[in-house]
């Protein structure tokens, strides 16, 4: 068990968006791959809404990291579970102290050399901050298809959990006979027994895993229980909603905004990279509450010069504003692998993402991007989503590998101000996850 607080040497950081110098916040090191088989990434986090000061993380293969004192320390275990575990993590946190780790499978620890390897997603429990586990329930199983990219949101009262995920005939298959679907199943608060999967896109996709294949689905549960899930395929982002606890949904699918370029997008720098959709719900008491936001990237800018943006609904998913640009540098730098969270208690908006805009400014080659420097934003926004305040969280820069796996995603979790991002940087090969403490940075 490692019980680690180690920040960066603290150092001036120049934020371009509001032209000031201010001192970054105190980062956290979670935990590093030195010396391990595997390196640490895609990592999830969540601030639990019962103690806000105990929070749990997860993150590739099969790591999960507490701290109980507001993210300044971690202790890392191995999670276990009788269906294996096998990366995609996501964590989620009930009001009711409960966390949720959901994973992929690989029941017979076999991996890609067995057929079972993504059988079914798998749901572990928590009930003690994230300190014991049990065992898991399975959700999805399907014969011999792959059940993979899975995400989950929890009711505002801790009653009701959804999950949605991709369903492949066969992973990575060219064949055009071979196809994807966009699942959703519920569950009680104990996570033990899920509801029969449901279909919720009209069109099918292909089993490559790029833009043809419809992927990024993230669901989330508004206050009033309107369940609404959001996808990408090609160039589209489609949502689905359901107002009567999942059973039944729209017999023709939402049209959000278009994703310029697709999801499967290209970054300097980083083997492959996706600009999918991340869905939340205002469910606070605020003047948005109801409020829908979908957030993604993509480089309707130009072809290397991907941004955040972000489009919202009041009425449901019905109609949508045009995309609201995100970052506020100038045009030309790189963002990517945005992760939004709204807070429960506030309404405020919180977005994740990296960012190159520092390095754009000194040197803007392209010949030499994959070797540009990249730096960790998170953007709030206090009014609904309208405007923007950019901040720079990380406190040294680094630079991705292009021939090594750097994940699919970074996460950010968020309740009654207490703000935490989580990412994933590279030093020299070697993976590590960080947080950063923004308490009296962001609201």
């Known amino acids: 068990m490692n019980h680690v607080r180690i920040g960066f040497g603290l150092v001036a950081v120049l934020v371009f968006s509001s032209a000031t110098a201010q001192r970054a916040p105190d980062n956290v090191l979670i935990f590093d791959g030195y010396g391990y088989n595997y390196q640490p990434c895609e990592p999830s986090i969540a601030v639990s809404p019962a103690n806000p000061r105990h929070m749990v993380a997860g993150s590739v293969l099969d790591r999960v990291h507490v701290s109980k004192d507001g993210g300044w320390t971690w202790q890392t275990e191995t999670l276990t579970s009788k269906y294996g575990v096998y990366g995609d993590p996501c964590i989620v946190a009930s009001p009711k102290k409960d966390f949720y780790y959901l994973h992929l499978s690989n029941p017979d620890g076999q991996a890609w050399s067995s057929d079972a390897l993504l059988d079914r997603i798998v749901i572990q429990r928590s009930k003690r901050a994230g300190k014991r586990w049990n065992k898991g329930a399975g959700m999805g199983l399907n014969g011999n298809k792959d059940q993979d990219k899975e995400w989950a949101s929890v009711s505002v009262n801790g009653s009701t959990l959804l999950t949605c995920w991709t369903q492949f005939d066969l992973y990575g298959s ?96 980083v083997g492959r990279a996706n600009g999918m959709p991340v869905t939340r719900v205002d469910r606070s008491n605020g003047p948005h509450r109801g409020r829908v936001y979908v957030s993604w990237t993509d480089n309707r800018n130009g072809e290397d010069d991907n941004d955040v943006w972000l489009v919202y609904s009041d009425d449901h998913g019905r109609k949508w504003t045009a995309p609201i640009r ?14 939004m969270d709204v807070d429960d208690v506030t309404g405020n908006i919180h977005i994740v993402f990296y960012d190159r805009r520092a390095s754009f400014a000194k040197n803007q080659n392209l010949n030499l991007r994959s070797t540009w420097d990249t730096e960790v934003y998170v953007a709030s926004s206090y009014d609904g989503g309208d405007t923007w305040e950019n901040l720079c969280v990380s406190e040294e820069k680094f630079r991705t590998n292009p021939k090594g796996f750097f994940g699919d995603y970074n996460n950010i979790s968020a309740y009654d101000g207490i703000v935490r991002p989580i990412w994933t940087r590279n030093d020299d090969g070697v993976l590590s996850i960080w947080t950063a403490v923004l308490d009296g940075y962001v609201e």
């Open 174 to 269: 060219p064949s055009d006979a071979d196809s994807t679907v966009i699942l959703c199943s519920t569950s009680n608060r104990k996570a033990k027994k899920w509801s029969d999967p449901v279909r919720v896109n009209a069109i099918a996709g292909d089993c490559r895993d790029s833009d043809e294949t419809v992927e990024g689905a993230v669901p989330d549960i508004g206050a009033d229980g309107t369940m609404y899930v959001a996808w990408a395929q090609a160039d589209t982002i489609w949502m689905d909603r359901s107002a009567n606890g999942g059973e039944t949904w729209l017999d023709r699918d939402l049209r959000v905004a278009t994703i310029a370029g697709g999801w499967d997008q290209n970054i300097r720098g």
């Open 326 to 339: 995100v970052n506020d540098d100038l045009a030309g730098a790189q963002q990517f692998f945005p992760w």
